[in-house]
């Protein structure tokens, strides 16, 4: 049996983080447009210590962001995978997440798509989680389309307001999908 701490899917490798991960990630998390949905830019240490949380999230919880490889093509394309919300006050909690953050190099290709239907099958076969959510900012178009094409359903009437960001912050709405285990069984 394939170790879960590594996923394939036909162009895609989700693996253990390496430490020579840690430059190309804090150059994707320097880029603008990259983050042009969150509240600001991380610097170097900022990445780092991003990395690292997500190296004990897979320690605590058998799961987390895997670091995303495109064989042949980008030896670290970002991350996709699981993760248990870290901020107080979201209305949906207890649950999981499914989230992805790549370089631009690797966007318009279909990879995100691709690493996140091998990371949701992960989560309903293996870890039999029974029901997987994502969020993002009510204007971040390109992940709801992710969102969207691996079978998640927006959540209607669920949008709510950040808790982490400041009353007047124009990235507070953020909207929620869903998909349950039963519902993306039928979609198999
Ligand atoms: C969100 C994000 C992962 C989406 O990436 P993406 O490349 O648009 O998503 P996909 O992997 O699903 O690729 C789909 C695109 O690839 C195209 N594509 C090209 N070749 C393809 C192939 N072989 N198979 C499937 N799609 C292919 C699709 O047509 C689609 O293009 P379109 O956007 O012009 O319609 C990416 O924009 C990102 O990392 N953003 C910054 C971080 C972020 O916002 N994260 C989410 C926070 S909640």
Redesign the pocket.
């Known amino acids: 049996m394939e170790s879960a701490m590594t996923l394939r899917g036909p162009r895609v490798l989700l693996r253990p983080w390496r430490t020579d991960d840690l430059a190309a990630f804090a150059q994707l998390n320097a880029d603008p447009a990259?983050m042009e949905?969150f509240p600001s830019v991380l610097d170097t240490e900022q990445s780092d210590d991003l990395a690292k949380r997500i190296q004990a999230g897979f320690e605590n919880n058998g799961f987390g962001f895997w670091a995303l490889e495109i064989p042949s093509v980008l030896p670290f394309a970002?991350f996709v995978g699981l993760s248990v919300p870290g901020s107080a006050g979201l209305p949906f909690m207890p649950t999981v997440e499914i989230?992805?953050?790549?370089c631009q190099q690797?966007?318009?290709?279909?990879?995100?798509?691709?690493a996140a239907r091998v990371v949701l099958a992960h989560a309903f076969t293996a870890l039999k989680l029974p029901e997987v959510v994502a969020?993002?900012t009510l204007t971040?178009q390109?992940?709801q389309?992710?969102m969207q094409?691996i079978g998640l359903s927006y959540a209607e009437g669920e949008d709510f307001m950040h808790p982490a960001l400041p009353a007047d912050h124009p990235l507070r709405h953020h909207v929620l999908y869903r998909v349950k285990y039963e519902d993306w069984l039928k979609q198999q």
């Not at 989230?99 to 790549?102: I, K, S």
């Not at 690797?106 to 691709?114: F, L, N, P, R, T």
Request: aromatic share 20%; hydrophobic share 40%.
């Open positions: 990259v949905y970002g989230g992805w953050r790549l690797a966007w318009g290709k279909g990879y995100a798509s691709e969020f993002t971040n390109r992940s389309a992710v094409r």
